[in-house]
């Protein structure tokens, strides 16, 4: 570019040329029309329209042109930044409909199509009051254990002081594996954990464990050959009866509500010395039917109480038979019914109904606490 104070010189201002500025668009319009997306055409775009473009440069030379000369180029300049911007804003807007095409496309719904459906299950109630019931020992410092459905009968009654003539062992009670002598059985309840446990870890132990145990009963509104326990188990130096208590308590509390009644019966269990079934007042009459022959209840055949479950301190032979010390250490443990606890918490009055799959009752108990 010459100086502002050089003397004119046509042939120096060559941009200024018709010809220039005709090859400046053409070339323009070539680099617009290959631009194949947005992306690229705001690349080039500095190059052509710019600042520092060829014609905008071209421009700013107008000024070092004899007065009577300037008119001429500055129109010339002028038609030709029209006409490169016109063929821009062209190539602009096809870019911009190619683009909207395609996302058109890709984002195409079919509404035809079948909808996704969400299967409108729940989790079974027992699954759910079985994990509320974990979370609630989890809380008071528990761990979780699980043990196997088949047993030896070393781990469901040996193990747990039940004898030999026992009548719990009786094919009345107990579902034998083939062959009989295998000493096999589908685990009648979820203690044998207890040993599992104790022989695996030294205390101080706190587990709870839930699972599924069988027995030879008819399936009616109250029975059921497969059912579930929670076990817990607590061993550690100190331990006594009041702890069992107030344990049970709050674990009644925490899934009932505040307002729940207990009351303790004393009992006998062989793994346990002593052992006592805490009863919970019944869901159904709330203990209104008791000597009041005009409103019988079924549910707890008028008692007022229906039995949750077993508990006792752990027997010393339990502890030795797991290599603990019984002079030093102390337990308690004891095995609710989750089907009967979900009974009392929802008022389910017939155990089919927990057994038949029907959707429409885990639909019916989603939500509960
Ligand atoms: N195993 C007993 C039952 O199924 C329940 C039970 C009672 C479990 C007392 C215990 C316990 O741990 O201490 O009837």
């Known amino acids: 570019m010459p100086a502002a104070n050089d003397p004119y010189d046509p042939k120096e201002v060559a941009a200024l040329a018709p010809d220039a500025l005709d090859a400046a668009v053409e070339a323009a319009r070539r680099a617009f029309a290959g631009a194949a997306d947005l992306e690229a055409l705001a690349a080039i775009r500095p190059a052509h329209l710019g600042d520092r473009s060829p014609v905008r440069l071209a421009k700013r030379e107008i000024g070092a042109l004899p007065p ?98 026992h009548p719990s062992r009786s094919l009345s009670d107990t579902f034998w594996i083939e062959p009989p002598d295998a000493g096999l059985v589908l685990r009648t309840e979820t203690s044998p954990v207890q040993i599992r446990t104790m022989l695996e870890r030294r205390p101080p132990i706190y587990i709870v464990c839930p699972g599924t145990v069988f027995r030879p009963d008819e399936l009616d509104a109250t029975h059921t050959p497969v059912f579930h326990q ?49 009863d919970l007042r019944c869901f159904v009459c709330h203990g209104e039917s008791v000597g009041n022959p005009d409103r019988p209840c079924r549910t707890c055949k008028s008692e007022g109480w229906i039995e949750w479950g077993g508990s006792g301190m752990v027997n010393p032979r339990v502890l030795r038979n797991c290599g603990i010390d019984p002079t030093v250490y102390s337990g308690f443990a004891f095995g609710m019914g989750i089907d009967r606890s979900l009974m009392f918490r929802s008022g389910i009055e017939d155990m089919h109904d927990m057994f038949e799959g029907d959707v429409r009752f885990s639909l019916s108990l989603r939500g509960e606490p």
């Open 68 to 165: 009577q000369a300037r008119a001429d180029a500055g129109k010339r300049v002028n038609v030709a930044l029209a006409a490169l911007t016109d063929v821009y804003a062209e190539r602009l807007r096809t870019l911009t409909r190619n683009r909207d095409e395609q996302v058109l496309d890709a984002e195409r719904v079919d509404v035809t199509l079948p909808a996704s459906r969400r299967a409108p299950g729940a989790l079974h109630p027992l699954t759910a009051i079985q994990r509320r019931m974990c979370e609630i020992f989890v809380a008071m410092g528990y761990d979780v254990a699980e043990g196997p459905h088949i047993e030896t009968t070393w781990f469901n009654f040996d193990a747990l002081n039940t004898p030999p003539d």
């Open 230 to 278: 929670i076990e817990g188990l607590a061993v550690d130096e100190g331990l006594s009866m009041a702890h069992l208590r107030g344990t049970l308590e709050h674990f009644a509390r925490e899934l009932f509500g505040a307002d729940i009644a207990i009351r303790w019966r004393p009992h006998n269990f062989p793994f346990t010395e002593p052992s006592a079934e805490p």
